[in-house]
């Protein structure tokens, strides 16, 4: 299984979008379907009633997380799922779009002063994708340190925010994942002391993608959408 650059995987996304499908939405849905498949596995027998809090950022990456949450939350209305946003005023278009419809389940929004006062089973951090720059600021970085500081398993959508999806440096706060679902190949960045469990999740890019990046790959899915990965 090859492991790619931000560089490459940007590129990746880059033709798959304008050259062959599938589209940012698709791309998105996909994503956050798998992460919520990731966020039961995690859970067990004990996902019915389970306390999901879902920090997610204004980027590709916070929008898979905001699909994710609708999905936990569509599945019992036993599930308490929690969306804290680090820059609401800032979503793109796609993520937006991916809130509005979070908006008709009964998962509730909340700020981050609201997060003391939750206790949550599980927290989904999708916070910064592969395409972070030096180091989280803000409140990007007061909700990693929030995580952080609480008992609870983290699973990370992509790469744990704060850590460098090329060279694996995390030049600031960061999350320790408990688990981490990649999203259609890993990341070089993606070292065994900082993701916790590697999972791969397919997101539906085609094998023509793959071949047009001069990429050795051979589909490692069959039957499956989520596979779990060892580091070399």
């Known amino acids: 299984m ?43 027998k004990q996902w019915t009633h389970a306390t999901i809090v879902v920090l997610a950022g204004s980027g590709g990456n916070g929008g898979g997380g905001i699909c994710a949450a609708r999905h936990l939350a569509n599945r019992s209305q036993k599930i308490n799922v929690h969306l804290c946003l680090s820059s609401p005023k800032k979503l793109g278009d796609v993520p937006a779009y991916q809130r509005k419809i979070f908006g008709s389940t009964h998962g509730k ?16 951090d ?20 929030w995580a952080n500081e609480r ?8 790469i744990p925010s704060g850590v460098d999806s090329t060279t694996g440096e995390t030049p600031g706060q960061f999350i320790n994942a408990t688990r981490t679902v990649t999203l259609a190949l890993p ?3 993606l070292l065994s002391e900082t993701t916790g469990h590697l999972w791969l999740a397919d997101i539906g890019i085609p094998e023509t993608v793959f071949q047009k990046l001069n990429l050795e790959y051979i589909s490692p899915f069959e039957h499956c959408f989520l596979i779990p990965l060892q580091h070399n």
Not at 126 to 145: C, D, F, M, N
Not at 151 to 158: E, G
């Open 2 to 44: 090859p492991a790619v650059t931000q560089m490459q995987m940007k590129e990746l996304d880059r033709i798959a979008i304008e050259e062959t499908g599938p589209n940012l939405y698709q791309m998105m849905e996909n994503a956050g379907r798998n992460c919520a498949l990731a966020a039961l596995d995690m859970r067990g």
């Open 109 to 124: 929004e909340c700020e981050m002063d609201q997060l003391a006062k939750i206790k949550p089973d599980l927290i989904i």
């Open 126 to 145: 999708a916070l910064v994708g592969y395409s972070i720059h030096g180091a989280p600021t803000g409140k990007t970085s007061e909700l990693i340190q």
């Open 151 to 158: 008992d609870t398993p983290i699973l990370s959508l992509d």
């Open 187 to 189: 990341k070089t960045g």
